[in-house]
């Protein structure tokens, strides 16, 4: 098969971590304003290690961001990633805008023919 | 026809698409009914698609190809997985290898796509679930990058066709 090959990991790894639905709202939270991980981990009904390995997976998906700050640490989102998944999503869109486009005109071949129908009826 | 309103949700990996034609649910059901009105308008730009086989009853297998500008084939699968005539359809869509098995690795989209009757006429709303990158990356691959341009230039050939 020619089909190109655009399987990436990095595609790969950010719809994995967002496969899941504590992730993803990890990633609205710290996406609307930074956080540590252990204000993070008090929302959760969960360990704070679980909360800690839902973030490793995100920030090897390059979907939020992690820094020491003293004796915290901090986690930002990455808003370029986000809008990667968002990109890949508006291809597909087109692609339903064409569908629909196409369907239209199969429709509006029966239109056609119901007029030639009645051209012919009236020629009668 | 209009497209009444189209939601992503990259984080959930849904596409929700509304669009409106002035046909009855009837006829819109039988574009995705008939095999030969389906591969009419399923494939992207320049990836036409054939239908081999299209058993549109629940539990019911479909298999296709779609053929790109260079003649080279990427065939696909579906498994109807819910189906009330001709309101509702439920369906799961894949890559298939050579011989049109399921391409397991590939992963599947799941489609709910609805038909209900509006004062244009039928309302359709097709939802797309992604549960794999590649499904996503490999469709946007094929015919997605040459855009719009190319796809009006079809739609021209093809409301040409009903002129003549």
């Given at each position: 098969m020619v089909v190109e090959s655009v399987v990436d990991d990095e595609a790969d790894r950010i719809f994995h971590a967002l496969a899941d639905a504590t992730r993803r709202d990890i990633v609205v939270r710290v996406v609307q304003q930074e956080q540590s991980v252990s204000t993070l981990a008090a929302g959760?009904?969960?360990s704070f290690a679980a909360v800690q390995k839902h973030v490793a997976v995100l920030e090897r998906a390059a979907l939020v961001v992690k820094e020491r700050r003293g004796r915290e640490q901090i986690v930002h989102g990455n808003l370029e990633t986000v809008r990667r998944a968002t990109r890949l999503l508006q291809r597909y869109e087109e692609l339903w805008r064409y569908r629909v486009q196409n369907i239209s005109s199969i429709l509006s071949e029966d239109r056609e023919e119901d007029r030639e129908e009645d051209r012919e009826t009236e020629n009668e | 026809m209009t497209v009444v309103s189209s939601h992503k949700d990259p984080e959930a990996l849904t596409l929700t698409f509304v669009a409106e034609f002035d046909a009855s649910v009837e006829r819109v059901w039988q574009v995705w009914e008939d095999p030969r009105q389906l591969e009419r308008w399923w494939g992207p730009p320049t990836w036409p698609a054939t239908f081999?086989?299209?058993?549109?009853?629940?539990?019911g297998r479909s298999n296709y190809y779609m053929t790109g500008p260079d003649g080279e084939k990427a065939r696909g699968w579906w498994v109807i997985t819910s189906i009330q005539p001709p309101h509702r359809l439920e369906f799961d869509d894949g890559f298939a290898d050579e011989n049109g098995?399921?391409?397991?690795?590939?992963g599947a989209t799941h489609g709910v796509v609805t038909l209900e009757a509006s004062e244009v006429g039928t309302r359709m709303t097709a939802v797309t679930t992604f549960e794999s990158v590649e499904q996503l990356e490999k469709m946007s691959a094929m015919?997605?990058?040459?855009?719009?341009r190319e796809a009006l230039s079809q739609i021209d050939a093809l409301l040409a066709e009903v002129r003549a």
């Amino acid at each position: 098969m020619v089909v190109e090959s655009v399987v990436d990991d990095e595609a790969d790894r950010i719809f994995h971590a967002l496969a899941d639905a504590t992730r993803r709202d990890i990633v609205v939270r710290v996406v609307q304003q930074e956080q540590s991980v252990s204000t993070l981990a008090a929302g959760y009904a969960m360990s704070f290690a679980a909360v800690q390995k839902h973030v490793a997976v995100l920030e090897r998906a390059a979907l939020v961001v992690k820094e020491r700050r003293g004796r915290e640490q901090i986690v930002h989102g990455n808003l370029e990633t986000v809008r990667r998944a968002t990109r890949l999503l508006q291809r597909y869109e087109e692609l339903w805008r064409y569908r629909v486009q196409n369907i239209s005109s199969i429709l509006s071949e029966d239109r056609e023919e119901d007029r030639e129908e009645d051209r012919e009826t009236e020629n009668e | 026809m209009t497209v009444v309103s189209s939601h992503k949700d990259p984080e959930a990996l849904t596409l929700t698409f509304v669009a409106e034609f002035d046909a009855s649910v009837e006829r819109v059901w039988q574009v995705w009914e008939d095999p030969r009105q389906l591969e009419r308008w399923w494939g992207p730009p320049t990836w036409p698609a054939t239908f081999d086989r299209h058993d549109f009853v629940q539990g019911g297998r479909s298999n296709y190809y779609m053929t790109g500008p260079d003649g080279e084939k990427a065939r696909g699968w579906w498994v109807i997985t819910s189906i009330q005539p001709p309101h509702r359809l439920e369906f799961d869509d894949g890559f298939a290898d050579e011989n049109g098995e399921p391409a397991r690795d590939m992963g599947a989209t799941h489609g709910v796509v609805t038909l209900e009757a509006s004062e244009v006429g039928t309302r359709m709303t097709a939802v797309t679930t992604f549960e794999s990158v590649e499904q996503l990356e490999k469709m946007s691959a094929m015919g997605m990058e040459e855009g719009m341009r190319e796809a009006l230039s079809q739609i021209d050939a093809l409301l040409a066709e009903v002129r003549a």
